[in-house]
């Protein structure tokens, strides 16, 4: 134990180290199971494969973390593949597995967090303060590219987990396992995840999984880390009552539409 507090003693002495105009890339694959409930619904089994393909391409994103010493920008990669994964796999997507994760902006100097995001063409801009987690410090290490990370858990509950798929699906408590480098000496993690003496490279929470990709340090060309401002103003407790509303009423027309044999996409 002591040479592990040691090791991360040593390694913390590089935040110092960074020039003030320092900034880094991180490229996340980020993947989410969900199990299609047919019930009793007579539906080939074939038709069944497809429809859980279709999800299971839906549920699969790659987002991109810019970050510095103190803000970071965390939102999808917008690809020609990206864009191709529309139709029924995007709209069940949307029906069970929720809103885009959109662009959240993290100031661990002034603890801001703010997260602009599309839902149901509609724009809100969601703020609250950054809340922090509660890390434990786990002792086993290991290697995620060519880095060195440590593992730290926590608990979180439902409205706490941005990687929910559903929020009424979830357990009261989420256990989250993260593996963070202290060779990247930055506060910053995918999402609304922080908090830790170096860049989070790995998230398990719940059904979802994600995984660094890729990472640049020292970009030529500089990004603007500058929080949203467009959209409804509203805190993440309103925003996901407004979210369980729509996704309870898109639901019954999806099931209304199913059980009548017309297969006929939800109104929005």
Do not use: H
Not at 233 to 240: G, H, I, L, R
């Amino acid at each position: 134990m002591k040479n592990y507090f040691t090791a991360i003693s040593c390694l913390l002495i590089s935040f110092y180290t960074f020039s003030q105009d320092f900034q880094g890339e991180a490229v996340y694959m980020s993947k989410t199971k969900f199990q299609f409930d047919f019930g009793n619904r007579k539906i080939p089994e074939d038709a069944k494969k497809r429809m859980q393909e279709r999800m299971d391409k839906a549920m699969q994103k790659t987002f991109v973390l810019n970050f510095n010493k103190v803000a970071s920008i965390y939102e999808e990669e917008v690809t020609l593949e990206s864009q191709d994964k529309g139709g029924r796999g995007a709209m069940f997507a949307s029906i069970f597995g929720g809103p885009s994760i959109g662009k959240t902006y993290k100031n661990v100097s002034t603890k801001e967090s703010k997260r602009a995001v599309e839902f149901f063409g509609k724009n809100f801009l969601v703020e609250d303060p950054l809340k922090p987690f509660a890390w434990k410090l786990e002792k086993e290490t290991k290697k995620i590219g060519k880095y060195t990370c440590f593992k730290a858990t926590t608990s979180v509950d439902k409205k706490e987990n941005p990687f929910a798929k559903s929020k009424d699906s979830l357990e009261t408590q989420t256990l989250v396992t993260v593996w963070y480098s202290p060779e990247i000496p930055v506060s910053m993690g995918p999402d609304k995840y922080w908090g830790l003496p170096g860049l989070i490279l790995s998230v398990n929470a719940g059904d979802t999984q994600v995984i660094c990709t890729k990472v640049v340090l020292n970009l030529k060309e500089k990004k603007e880390l500058k929080a949203p401002k467009k959209g409804k103003k509203v805190t993440e407790e309103e925003f996901d009552e407004i979210v369980e509303e729509k996704t309870i009423e898109m639901r019954e027309r999806f099931k209304k539409g199913r059980q009548g044999g017309g297969g006929n996409r939800p109104k929005q």
